[in-house]
């Protein structure tokens, strides 16, 4: 296992399956997917290609009719304190299991900022919730009493009542080598400071007045950023952005990029980017999974896969983008559309459309393999250069 | 307005919509969606509108349309005004003009068939019924790349492309001059989406349409159009029949241009980052409306509002500063230099 040391997560022959009354819609065939600790890793391809529910299934957010049927999720969590990697595999876990997983070590942040935050409750309220629900505050909650108690030691009058409070202060610091579980009012208070910490992290201005706003008070760009701040609550290892940018504006979308970009040297975690536009992926990612009606086609580092696509889909889909400086009369375009997942091809799923089948093609369903070093590709007639 | 190239024409147009609010739901404010557009649109261009959500790119293509009525201004189409007409000479005009919306499943009747959907136009208009109508919207749905199987069928049994197309065979059935098309694309993948910008420049040709091009996605309206209008809360700051990317005048086109990722990781991590966001068209800011977050903003920014200014070859400008301002370069041009340099 010397290679699974550098991985944080690694997706092998993941298969999900939806029963629905037309049929088995078979929305994940066989997903290979590893994500390196520290990197930021892009999942592109079109409109159900599975992407969201590779990342729902990382989660385990997958509702019936859906249903896990095959492959492993292996997650390897390193504690922050001991450095210990500990290999776990989702598929197996129980929803009870997950509980301390999801949100607190896997985050997720989703594609529509104006549905997500609860609307009913403060921002400030709403990050709360996940850093109580998933942290032990003992500590910090003792640090907001000391705090106060100090507060309160300036405005004392009486020096009876001040060596009152020295000694109340003295208690609860030799509390703090071993916290005992914390009181209910001063954990939610800690928990409120910690909340406007991760909006301060996220560049946003003014947080402590923000944390006392309703979602429907901030902008696009700013819920999305409050979301984001919500799912590094925790320091997870692995956050997941699920079309993060989708639904902002370029303007907006190029700000939360930049503010991805400069938090993943700040935290540390690893970041899985779905999303469909590959100029998101280019400039965030440094590596990418191209996926294709619920298969891995090819996965290599960021530059090699834009320098060198070797997959005919990645080819395609990456000639039928409107480039700014270009002037062309007609796009490149791929034939016809995705193919319907409770019927899909035979073989390699992309055949149909594909200018380079044969009849290998049509009956075998080729295996992810390594190419060049580091770019892997399914495919059984790979182009561009080897 | 006599230049016969002109197919339409719209002067000082302005959209307000009344904010009202208190118990006699008086008027509180207005929202200055459209704001003093000035346009001329020539026969068989495609002319794009970009800009970001709220800045009225979507209430210009209808008021043009007359789906809004205009607060002032007149648009004038094929040398007649049309402003304020009514009635069955309204109806006459819409048939010239149509319009493609975003969302292909909600302007699409899921409890009407193909034949009938398409169908409808040329029934209202008393173009054509029963078996000739079925005839004439086989053709349409031809021209669009569909089957004759595909007349009987409803809405939800089509991919999203495929309704897309249908919505487009639909607006050609009464042979159009003017076409509006408000975000065609955004709702669809980027492969089905290279299909129907192609579609639509063939049948531009084959039909001789002007299109109005709509969208938030500058590399798509590039693409697609021969001049282009950048708009920001409700005016055109910059209109230019060149590429757009290569030469922009205004400090807003150019952060908007530098914005758009760029496909190749070579380039990443240069965007112009514009601080802040679109501010409330209700109380849109005093002299340039792009002053607030401009980095070039000076003290004649914020007292004067900058008017749209020729800077040759038809480029027109609306900043107190164009020309004199210095860029850099943002990783859209630097991107297109070395795909000029590798090509060459």
Redesign the interface.
Known sequence: MSQSQDLVLSIKGLTTNFYTYEGVVKALDGIELSLKRGDTMGVVG??GCGKSVTAKCVLRLIEPPGRIDGGQILFYDRDPKTGETQETDIVQLTPLEMLSIRGNRIAIVFQDPATYPNPVFRIGAQIAEVVTLHQDLGREALEVRIKELEESLKNSPSPEHQAKIREQIEHYVSMLENPPKPDRKYARKAAWAKAVDMLRLVRMPSPDQIANQYPHEL????RQRALIAMALACNPSILICDEATTAL???????V??LL?ILKKEIGASILIIT??????????NSVTVMYAGTTVESAG??QL?ENPVHPYTI???T????????????????G??PNLINPPTGCRFHPRCAFATDICVSDRPSLEEVLPGHYVACHHPQGNL | MSDSRVLLSIENLKKYFPLTGGVFRKVIGMVHAVDDVTLDIYRGETIGVVG??GCGKTTLGRTILRLLDATAGKITFMGRDITHVKGSDLRAIRREMQIVFQDPMASLDPRVTIKNSVGEPLLINGVARGPRMRAMVLDLLQKVGLTEDHLNRFPHEF????RQRICIARTLALNPKFVVMDEPTSST???????T??LM?DLQDEFGLTYMFIS?N???V??MSDRLAVMYLGKIVELTPE????KPLHPYTF???????????????R????SG??PSPINPPTGCRFHPRCIFAQEICSSEEPLLRDMGDGHLVACHFAGELDFGRSA?ME??RA??AEAS
Not at chain 1, 249 to 255: G, K, N, P, S
Not at chain 1, 278 to 283: D, P, Q, S, T, Y
Not at chain 2, 255 to 269: C, E, N, W, Y
């Open positions: 079109e409109t902008s696009g760009g700013m504006d370029v303007t907006v979308q190029a700000q990029l930049n970009n469909h536009d590959l100029g998101v992926v280019a400039e965030t990612c960021t530059k834009f395609g889909l990456l039928a983008i409107p480039k700014l400086h270009e002037n062309k009369e007609r796009l490149d375009q791929i034939p559309t995705v | 970001e959500s991919s999203g492309g495929q993948d980027v492969s089905v989406q290279a299909q910008l192609n420049k938030h500058l590399s798509v590039k693409h590429d757009i990317f290569r952060a908007l241009v530098s914005a758009v990722p760029v496909p190749d990781p070579r380039f990443s991590g965007a112009v980052i514009l966001e679109v859209q991107y297109a795909a000029e």
